[in-house]
């Protein structure tokens, strides 16, 4: 069969279903098929396949993967949310194979060592994980030899293209605001500092997502006859016999890619699985497969209307994300250091691939950072947020309190901006506190989801002081750079009118600069902004976690799903913890460690 839309004739049972063909999914599969040639294989994935598609695998384009219309990605609508000024976030997944890998930002960002030992389970602290983390990588970037790997099949690289000018500019402005420049960011140890920013990019431009990297090779090579690919259909339960254990899975043609003739119901097929399920359909995905497998809340499976196989009350609980904010600012820069004349078509693009142009390989960020504030500025937001930085930060150096990136670019509409050279900072939030679910409403595949996003619905609203501290802080950084030219008002809070804080529009830059100072109303403002547009920085993990039964958690330490055999679980919504980190490096490492596991329990040596 090798990659079709449809099974082939007679492959209605393999060795292996791995259920959802995103970054881990891949992994694993590859992983196996070296591992094993004779085990037969079958990654089940609703998008499309991803080879060769240009808006994938050149860098420059990876913002068509985000258009409303895209049928790359995967759009979960959020419940309407009153602290959220009554909107419906939207939260976006990889709808295509290699997962999010394969339409992400392409940010080589690596977790904490406090974040893996953080998940008090054994076999997963920071030390059992470095191995995985170097055997992923063939690494290009700064830093320590011995603490990177050099080969493995995801280049990490800076794709060939910096915009040099615009990044020293920002680094020396950092710098001249306290943050210093660290060389590596990604040794699990460094904290607190900007850096040069490294991709998932290889040396000669083009995306490192896992399709590419472990699939798609083994696909065409002509020695792999027993690993199969299914695109463009849909998992929607897994299947159990009598004893609880998992034979196979339910799945149906997805209809944004295939069309369903005729009045009956929209065809449910099934496939057997002789040794092991592994369900990677991601954060969001995962419970509701589960859920409409019988895994879950009784209750929730009551409303659903699904009988319970397993009462499993983690299932789909927990929901987290890093909460973002983007804020642009008007520049003098040269137009080769932004990507806006690609966004706005000033560029043709079919020129620049005619021309293999060095700017396709180019994310536009070249730096980002992992941040802490100083004990000063914790004190000002307030005695709570004392009590919960005294408690959960003061004393482990190693965690960020947030994560701050540089967009050469203007990050949205180029037709609503005029014709110029932008940047766009983002800030985001390494560990909120803010809680969400994710959860069915009925058993079958498009009924609507019960969706909440959870952002900032903490107590005393510590994750939101955390976006009013980086907004002052990426403000007076960018402030101090030489090619500012003011804020673009239309992305930054409303401040009252005469406000000292108020947005400018300049021809020269700033010199001798002072700090901003905010009133309260100043702050109000900035907090009202930060209900308005608060979103997604697409790292959604932990609603599934891996914990002792007894403290919700739905799989152990081998990604077994307690209470039933033959199902495993392999993506981020596994995760106990959140990291400091962008979640892709997280995603990848669990996909390499399940491959492991997996490997192991089948008696194979491990590739």
């Given at each position: 069969?090798?990659?079709d839309s449809?099974?082939?004739?007679?492959l209605?049972e393999?060795?292996i279903i791995i259920a959802g063909?995103?970054?881990?999914?891949?992994?694993i599969?590859?992983?196996?098929?070296?591992?094993?040639?004779?085990?037969?294989?079958?990654?089940i994935?609703?998008?499309?396949?991803?080879k060769?598609?240009p808006?994938?695998v050149n860098?420059v384009?990876?913002l068509?993967?985000?258009l409303?219309?895209t049928k790359?990605?995967?759009?979960y609508?959020?419940?309407?949310?009153p602290q959220l000024?009554d909107?419906?976030?939207?939260?976006?997944?990889?709808?295509?194979?290699?997962?999010g890998?394969?339409?992400?930002?392409?940010?080589?960002?690596?977790?904490?060592r406090?974040?893996f030992?953080?998940?008090?389970t054994e076999?997963w602290?920071?030390?059992?994980?470095?191995?995985?983390?170097k055997?992923l990588?063939?690494?290009?970037?700064?830093g320590k030899?011995?603490?990177h790997?050099y080969?493995?099949?995801i280049?990490?690289?800076?794709g060939?293209?910096?915009?040099?000018i615009?990044?020293?500019d920002?680094?020396?402005?950092?710098?001249s605001?306290?943050?210093?420049?660290?060389?590596?960011?990604?040794?699990l140890?460094?904290?607190?500092?900007?850096?040069r920013w490294?991709?998932?990019?290889?040396p000669e431009?083009?995306?490192q997502?896992?399709?590419h990297?472990?699939?798609?090779?083994?696909?065409?090579d002509?020695?792999?006859p027993?690993?199969?690919?299914?695109?463009?259909?849909?998992?929607v339960?897994v299947l159990?016999?009598?004893?609880?254990?998992?034979v196979g899975?339910?799945?149906t043609?997805?209809?944004?890619?295939?069309?369903?003739i005729?009045?009956?119901a929209?065809p449910?097929?099934?496939v057997k699985a002789?040794?092991?399920?592994?369900?990677?359909?991601?954060?969001c995905?995962?419970p509701?497969v589960?859920?409409?497998?019988?895994l879950?809340d009784s209750?929730?499976?009551?409303?659903?209307?699904?009988?319970?196989?397993?009462?499993?009350?983690?299932?789909?609980k927990?929901?987290?994300?890093?909460?973002?904010l983007?804020?642009?600012?008007?520049?003098?820069?040269?137009?080769d250091?932004?990507?806006?004349?690609?966004?706005?078509?000033?560029v043709?693009?079919?020129?620049?691939?005619?021309?293999?142009d060095?700017v396709?390989g180019w994310?536009a960020?070249?730096i980002?950072?992992?941040l802490?504030?100083?004990?000063?500025?914790?004190t000002?937001?307030?005695p709570?947020?004392?009590?919960?930085?005294?408690?959960?930060?003061?004393?482990?150096p190693n965690?960020p309190?947030?994560?701050c990136g540089?967009?050469q670019?203007?990050l949205?509409?180029?037709?609503?901006v005029?014709a110029?050279?932008?940047?766009?900072t983002?800030t985001?939030?390494?560990?909120p506190?803010s809680?969400?679910h994710?959860?069915?409403?009925?058993?079958k595949?498009?009924?609507?989801?019960?969706?909440?996003v959870?952002?900032f619905?903490?107590?005393?609203?510590?994750?939101?002081?955390?976006?009013?501290?980086?907004y002052?802080?990426?403000?007076?950084i960018?402030?101090?750079a030489k090619y500012?030219?003011?804020e673009?008002?239309?992305?930054?809070?409303?401040?009252?009118k005469?406000?000292?804080?108020?947005?400018?529009?300049?021809?020269?830059?700033?010199?001798?600069v002072?700090?901003l100072?905010?009133?309260?109303e100043?702050?109000a403002?900035?907090?009202?902004?930060?209900?308005?547009?608060?979103?997604?920085?697409?790292?959604?993990?932990?609603?599934?976690?891996?914990?002792?039964?007894?403290?919700d958690?739905?799989v152990?330490?081998?990604l077994?799903?307690?209470g039933?055999?033959?199902?495993?679980?392999?993506?981020?919504s596994i995760a106990?913890?959140?990291v400091?980190?962008?979640?892709?490096n997280?995603?990848?490492?669990?996909g390499?460690?399940?491959?492991?596991?997996i490997?192991?329990?089948?008696?194979?040596?491990?590739p």
């Open positions: 069969m090798g990659l449809k099974l082939a004739e007679g209605d393999v060795d063909g995103g970054t881990a999914g891949c992994i599969a590859g992983r196996l098929a070296e591992a094993e040639p004779n085990l037969s294989i079958l990654v994935e609703g998008g499309a396949n991803n060769d598609v808006h994938i860098p384009f990876y068509q993967n985000l409303p219309n790359t990605a995967l759009f609508k959020g419940n309407k949310a000024a909107r419906e976030p939207i939260v976006p997944q990889g709808g295509t194979l290699g997962g890998s394969s339409i992400n930002f392409m940010m080589y960002t690596r977790a904490q406090s974040d030992d953080s998940w008090k076999g602290s920071a030390d059992d994980m470095y191995p995985h983390l055997k990588e063939n690494y290009h970037g700064p030899k011995e603490h790997g080969d493995g099949p280049h990490v690289s800076d060939g293209f910096r915009a040099k615009a990044e020293d920002f680094l020396q402005a950092a710098a605001h306290g943050v210093p420049e660290i060389e590596d960011l990604q040794n140890e460094e904290n607190n500092g900007f850096q490294q991709r998932y990019v290889s431009g083009k995306r997502d896992t399709a990297q472990y699939l798609h090779p083994k696909l065409e002509g020695k792999h027993n690993l199969h690919v299914l695109v463009e259909s849909k998992v339960r159990f016999d009598n004893s609880k254990r998992a899975v339910e799945y043609p997805n209809p944004e890619f295939q069309c369903v005729g009045l009956t929209h449910v097929k099934s002789r040794k092991l399920v592994v369900v990677t359909c991601g954060a995905g995962t509701p589960l859920e409409r497998s019988g879950g209750k929730i499976l009551a409303r659903a209307g699904v009988p319970v196989v397993e009462e499993l009350r983690g299932v789909g927990d929901y987290q994300d890093h909460h973002l983007l804020y642009p600012y008007k520049t003098n820069l040269d137009p250091q932004t990507i806006d004349r690609i966004l706005s078509g000033r043709d693009a079919a020129e620049l691939i005619k021309n293999n060095k396709l994310n960020i070249d980002s950072s992992k802490r504030p100083t004990e000063e500025e914790v000002a937001l307030g709570e947020f004392r009590a919960a930085w005294d408690k959960d930060f003061k004393d482990l965690r309190l947030m994560l540089v967009i670019a203007f949205g509409d180029p037709a609503s005029p110029g050279q932008y940047i766009t983002g985001y939030t390494a560990y506190y809680r969400g994710m959860h069915i409403t009925g058993p595949h498009d009924d609507a989801l019960d969706f909440d959870g952002f619905n903490d107590a005393h609203d510590i994750d939101l002081k955390k976006q009013i501290w980086a002052k802080k990426q403000r007076e960018v402030r101090r500012y030219r003011g673009l008002a239309a992305g930054h809070p409303q401040f009252p005469g406000s000292a804080a108020a947005v400018q529009d300049i021809s020269e830059a700033l010199s001798d002072k700090d100072e905010y009133t309260k100043d702050d403002a900035i907090e009202q902004w930060l209900r308005e547009n608060v979103n997604t920085t697409w790292h959604c993990m932990a609603t599934c976690k891996m914990a002792p039964r007894e403290e958690g739905v152990d330490a081998n077994n799903v307690y039933v055999s033959g199902l495993k679980l392999a993506d981020l106990p913890a959140n400091g980190a962008n979640t892709n997280t995603a990848l490492v669990i390499e460690k399940a491959a492991d596991i490997l192991a329990e089948l008696g194979a040596t491990t």
